[in-house]
Structure formats: C-alpha cells, structure tokens
C-alpha cells in the first residue's frame, strides 16, 4: 500500500462516512417532524438507512422506553471508524510504513 492510496482511502472512507451521518440525521429529522412517507427523498433516505438500523435494532429490542436507539448506535460506529481506521490510514500514509 502506497502513502498516497493510504490517504485516498483515508478520505474516501470519511466521505462515506460523513454522507452516512447526513442520511441517518435527516432519517431521525424525518421521524420527529413526520414528514411524507410518499415523498420521493422521504423513501429513499428511509430506503437507505433501514438496512443499516435493522441489525441494530436487534440488539437493542430488549432496551424498555420509546427510543430507537439504532440511529445513535450508527453515529457511533461512524465516529469510531472515523478516528480509528482513518487515524491508522492516515499515520500509514504519513510514515510511509507498509
């Protein structure tokens, strides 16, 4: 792995990242202000997020009150792969340690 495919794929992956945060922050926007369901942005952003959340919401079925926990869970990850994996792609890019 090069330095410079080292920090492309360092910024590809924050890219998607940070378009993942937008959608699932729109999705929860979306809830709270009831907006239309046969809106064609409307679906697709639920179309995007829902197979994210589902796997989620498995895991946190058990957890009693009328929070979805899912979308928070999913800002997390992102947040941990961002500082993680982008860290270590950017200290690889940096060292020049392959």
Known sequence: MTAAFASGLSAALDFVLQMVQVLVIASVLISWLGADPNNGIVQMIRQTTEPIYR??????????GPIDWAPMLVLLIIVFLQKSVGFYLQKIA???DF
């Open 55 to 64: 796997p989620l919401r498995r895991l946190t079925s058990r957890i009693p």
């Open 94 to 96: 940096r060292s020049g």
